[in-house]
T-cell receptor, first 113, second 111 residues
Framework: NAGVTQTPKFQVLKTGQSMTLQCAQD?????MYWYRQDPGMGLRLIYY???????DKGEVPNGYNVSRLNKREFSLRLESAAPSQTSVYFC????????????FGPGTRLTVT | TQLLEQSPQFLSIQEGENLTVYCNSS?????LQWYRQEPGEGPVLLVT?????EVKKLKRLTFQFGDARKDSSLHITAAQPGDTGLYLC???????????FGAGTTVTVRA
């Protein structure tokens, strides 16, 4: 089992460029999440998908869109990147019957210049 | 403002010493989880506590959930360099599929 996989691992964008971060899980989990992690601020939820076919905004959704492509895959899109979106992005999944315990991917380090 | 406040923010100790990390809130949680994150990796779940007053042990790590389910602590006995990492607490407040994370405590154990 690979668990949660994310691509790419590193990315540098110029202001205004767009990109999609990919995430897939092989644990048959219903719920998936996108977080960003910035120094001193912990993990902040961007968007989540409680189950296939649904998505909801988290704490910091502005500037992002998501797609729950199927039960396995949940992508995060930046339509017009800004320097404030420089961060480390983590995807996670959980089995909603287990207290939403999160299983995280290895992260994507994004720099916007 | 974070729902969960962790203290201290940084902790540096010598191998063999004990340490305690705190996670506090004014909110009541249905459950509270602790994660450890090593540099360049995603957080990994250590434990989930559910009942007020609950104590769980994981080798040299002891986790306690406050009686009122508003706070938790993580105590490490005889710390080792392998315990170095960012410790995050996360709380479940309602049945909405989400967790709220604290900002984390960076623990460094010197050999």
């Amino acid at each position: 089992n690979a668990g949660v996989t994310q691509t790419p691992k590193f990315q540098v964008l110029k202001t205004g460029q767009s990109m999609t971060l990919q995430c897939a899980q092989d644990m048959n989990h219903n719920s998936m999440y996108w977080y960003r992690q910035d120094p001193g601020m912990g993990l902040r939820l961007i968007y989540y998908s409680a189950s296939e076919g649904t998505t909801d905004k988290g704490e910091v959704p502005n500037g992002y869109n998501v797609s729950r492509l199927n039960k396995r895959e949940f992508s995060l899109r930046l339509e017009s990147a800004a320097p404030s979106q420089t961060s480390v992005y983590f995807c996670a999944s959980s089995d909603s019957g287990q207290r939403y315990e999160q299983y995280f991917g290895p992260g994507t380090r994004l720099t916007v210049t | 403002t974070q729902l969960l406040e962790q203290s201290p923010q940084f902790l540096s100790i010598q191998e063999g010493e004990n340490l305690t990390v705190y996670c506090n809130s004014s909110s009541v949680f249905s459950s509270l989880q602790w994660y450890r994150q090593e540099p360049g990796e995603g957080p990994v779940l250590l434990v989930t506590v559910v009942t007020g007053g609950e104590v769980k042990k994981l080798k040299r790590l002891t986790f306690q959930f406050g009686d009122a389910r508003k706070d938790s602590s993580l105590h490490i006995t005889a710390a080792q360099p392998g315990d170095t990492g960012l410790y995050l607490c996360a709380g479940e407040t309602s049945n909405d599929y989400k967790l709220s994370f604290g900002a984390g405590t960076t623990v460094t154990v010197r050999a």
